[in-house]
């Protein structure tokens, strides 16, 4: 079977590649470099700020986004973390704290300002994959930044290299 491998017309499939007869199990693995992977989650909850003058003094709620960066080295199939493992992270750890919530209750004693939630998730998440669990440790997988959306245009941001 001829395989052309430059870019040009479109042509159908006729026949799918197959491991062990097109490629091989060590060619699965295409380099050495570390990756970063990112997914997305939404959650609507309710929250107030102390001490503070201003509408966000009274209860109200949004529905905010996190972005995460988890960075790796790929297994032997070329996955450094599987998307599903980061929804697992994400619906076991985090999301039962958050999702129609009331944060200043389900989260630790804080002022529930995005910049003290987003550490929260950081720390959250960066101990599912520290606990080993979720990834194998040879992959060393890491939170490198969690981002946190309050509006569509104002978020907070914890990365790795702030949080030594």
Not at 77 to 89: A, E, H, N, P, S
Not at 122 to 133: D, P
Not at 138 to 164: H, Q
């Amino acid at each position: 079977m001829s395989m052309n491998k430059l870019p040009g017309e479109f042509v159908i499939v006729e026949a799918l590649q197959k491991l062990g007869a097109d490629i091989t199990k060590e060619q699965l693995k295409y380099h050495q470099r570390r990756v970063l992977v990112s997914k997305e989650f939404t959650f609507d909850a309710a929250h107030h700020l102390h001490a503070y003058e201003g509408k966000c003094k009274n209860l109200h709620g949004h529905t905010y986004k996190v972005v995460f960066g988890i960075s790796g080295f790929t297994n032997d199939i070329g996955i450094t973390v599987d998307f599903g493992t980061l929804k697992q992270i994400w619906r076991e750890k985090i999301e039962p704290y958050l999702d129609h919530r009331y944060l200043n209750e389900t989260l630790p004693a804080m002022n529930t300002t995005a910049e003290n939630i987003v550490v929260w998730i950081y720390e959250q998440t960066q101990l599912a994959f520290e606990s080993g669990q979720y990834c194998p440790r040879e992959l060393a997988a890491r939170v490198e930044f969690v981002r946190l959306y309050e509006t569509p245009t104002s978020y907070a941001e914890a990365r790795r290299e702030w949080m030594s």
